[in-house]
């Protein structure tokens, strides 16, 4: 497939989970990938594996909260392929935390890596895809950030304010030739996920008209189309890989 031939691609927490499938998609779609992560040897996991296959991949580790870690692994990305046209903002932690008992640094840290990473990816993204009168952005939320989720106010507010983010963003640049979408997966299959308790997974499968969990290639699928021509006319929009729990 070479959908994507013509983007150069950069995917934050792209080390596991949904990130991972993400890079692996869009490789095998055509795109150059650059793979962040926070953890180096995971970064170069995932870049190994998309080279393995054929694809183009290379790693550039980094804290997408440190304005120095962005501006860093955006260089290692330019001098690899070129200027990015496609950028993911992915990475994300989660914590399950009561509200009563959650601590200022435990929510400062789940906005730091969510919202404040989403912002700097964005801002250092955006400059290139301007000047160049084309681009594409697409920002990872949540369904949690349109709905709430127990114990997880601080990821579920981080969540919501990467969608709101998108819209601004969104509406200051599609004029211009850029493209910015969020898709908000509901629960996927992941080690973040799995980190929760099993009861917390048990009850909100039981409440999905589906009864189950997503698949990270569900999500790396909506990327991809977000990314392609095919998603031309969408712009501030925000898709949900879900299993039903968001209808909108």
């Not at 998609?25 to 990938?33: H, I, K, T, Y």
């Not at 189950?212 to 031309?232: K, M, Q, Y």
Request: some cysteine.
């Amino acid at each position: 497939m070479s959908r994507l031939a013509h983007h150069r691609a950069l995917v934050t927490g792209a080390g596991a989970g949904i990130g991972r499938a993400i890079a692996i998609r869009l490789a095998a779609e055509g795109a150059s990938v650059t793979v962040n992560d926070l953890d180096p040897a995971s970064a170069e996991a995932t870049a190994a594996s998309i080279a393995n296959e054929g694809g183009r991949a290379t790693a550039a580790p980094g804290d997408v909260s440190s304005e120095a870690d962005v501006a860093a692994m955006y260089a290692a990305a330019e001098a690899a392929y070129g200027p990015v046209t496609l950028a993911v903002n992915n990475a994300g932690i989660v914590t399950q935390v009561p509200l009563e008992t959650m601590d200022a640094a435990a929510f400062d840290r789940m906005i730091a890596v969510h919202l404040r990473g989403c912002f700097l990816g964005c801002r250092r993204a955006i400059g290139p895809m301007l000047a160049a009168g084309s681009g594409v952005i697409v920002n990872i939320a949540s369904q949690l950030g349109q709905i709430g989720g127990t114990e997880l106010a601080h990821y579920s507010a981080a969540k919501a304010g990467i969608i709101g983010l998108t819209k601004s963003f969104a509406r200051e640049v599609s004029a211009r030739g850029v493209r910015v979408n969020a898709v908000a997966p509901g629960p996927i299959n992941t080690d973040l996920v799995r980190a929760i308790s099993q009861e917390w997974r048990d009850a909100k499968a039981a409440e999905l008209p589906l009864k189950r969990f997503g698949e990270p290639e569900d999500v790396a699928a909506t990327v991809a189309f977000l990314a392609s021509d095919d998603a031309r006319i969408y712009v501030g929009q925000t898709l949900g890989p879900n299993s039903g729990d968001v209808m909108l």
